[in-house]
């Protein structure tokens, strides 16, 4: 016999297992439309797995927090959402400070050619 | 003959940048046996700074956007290790550095004591020209300490953008030079890799117009940043 407290969980686990398998198709149909390469998105799909092994294994949920020290058990998803989040804008930083390292070289490669175009056109007008 | 590139990163310096070519030109007649050329880096300037250098009759590289003063030092690099040249300066934009110095501050290089050589304010006992407010002068002073520790080799001008360097250092900065705030980063950079650093006195001005690239508040910032990059340097893989 289900209890007034049971079907509440049963609810929440059926939001946040919708809600991580939503986020998750999100992300497949953005790789297949090309808006989101392949390597970028293998946090996002991590993040969605982890998060619905969670919401479906509510036992695995209680034992982590039990272990944890970690009174009220679904506080713990909190956690979780909140590290991969930290993960995904960590991973992002990494991924702007490669961009901006390619990006100077290629504005200097781009001034450095200029320059070699520049003196090439000025010798060729020069008769030899 | 050994053959001498002077690189002038100009960002905004429309009003110096004429000015700043010809006093490095008219440094010829005291370098006998320099090939010299000269090299301006407009670095994504919004005025005519791009103009003014090139009616000057230098070769310019131009950046197609703002990369900040360590980005555009270093296309001048590229440029000198892509050209065989022996000897690289990088003079300042804005006239605070004085061309009559470069046969002082090259002398090191070309006797081959030295690798690199840093122009310093401070060092002249008498204290002639620009030394910078007294907010700059700590921060400068803590750089000094900082750096002589980890170095083992006392550094008085570290924030000097007036240096020179021998073809070696020239390679190793094309490869790899900060991007922004660059030059105490520098030289630990290059201490830490055991390339010999000279320090040459000379006088600076006090900029000739426009503003300089560090304001007030973005000092701290400039700070915070220098530090942690010093910091990181000493624990960094060196090739």
């Known amino acids: 016999m289900m209890n007034q407290e049971t079907i509440e969980i049963w609810r929440i686990q059926v939001v946040a297992i919708g809600f991580s398998l939503a986020v998750m198709l999100f992300v497949f149909e953005l790789i297949r439309r090309k808006k989101l390469r392949e390597k970028y998105s293998l946090v996002w799909f991590g993040a969605g797995i982890v998060m619905i092994v969670f919401s479906v294994w509510r036992g695995l949920l209680d034992e982590v927090a039990h272990f944890l020290g970690v009174g009220y058990a679904p506080a713990l998803l909190f956690l979780v959402a909140l590290f991969f989040g930290m993960v995904l804008m960590i991973h992002f930083s990494v991924v702007i400070s490669d961009l901006t390292e390619k990006n100077k070289t290629l504005a200097q490669d781009m001034a450095l050619l200029k320059a070699e175009l520049k003196k090439m056109k000025a010798d060729e007008r020069k008769p030899s | 003959m050994v053959k001498l590139l002077v690189i002038i990163p100009a960002y905004n310096e429309e009003m110096n940048i004429a000015q700043v070519v010809r006093s490095v030109d008219e440094t010829r007649r005291i370098l006998p046996d ?206």
């Open chain 2, 34 to 239: 320099t090939l010299l050329d000269i090299v301006v880096v407009n670095d994504g300037s919004a005025d005519r700074t791009l103009e003014a250098a090139e009616s000057s009759g230098v070769i310019v590289l131009d950046l197609p956007y703002n990369l900040g003063i360590g980005g555009a030092v270093q296309t001048g690099f590229r440029y000198a290790s892509e050209h065989g040249y022996d000897v690289a300066v990088q003079i300042d934009g804005d006239g605070q550095h004085d061309p009559e110095f470069l046969p002082k501050l090259i002398a090191p290089i070309l006797s081959g004591t030295h690798d690199v050589a840093i122009g310093s304010r401070f060092l002249d006992s008498s204290r002639a020209g620009f030394q910078s407010t007294f907010t700059r002068r700590i921060g400068i002073k803590l750089f000094e300490w900082i750096n002589s520790v980890i170095i083992r080799q006392k550094i008085t001008d570290n924030t000097s953008g007036f240096r020179a360097y021998n073809s070696k250092t020239i390679t190793m900065l094309a490869d790899e030079y900060p991007l922004d705030y660059p030059e105490p980063e520098t030289v630990i950079m290059l201490g830490l890799r055991n390339f010999r650093i000279a320090e040459i006195p000379v006088v600076m001005k006090e900029r000739q117009g426009g503003r300089s690239s560090i304001g007030a508040w973005v000092s701290w910032f400039y700070m915070v940043k220098v530090l942690l990059a010093i910091f990181v340097n000493v624990f960094k893989k060196h090739r």
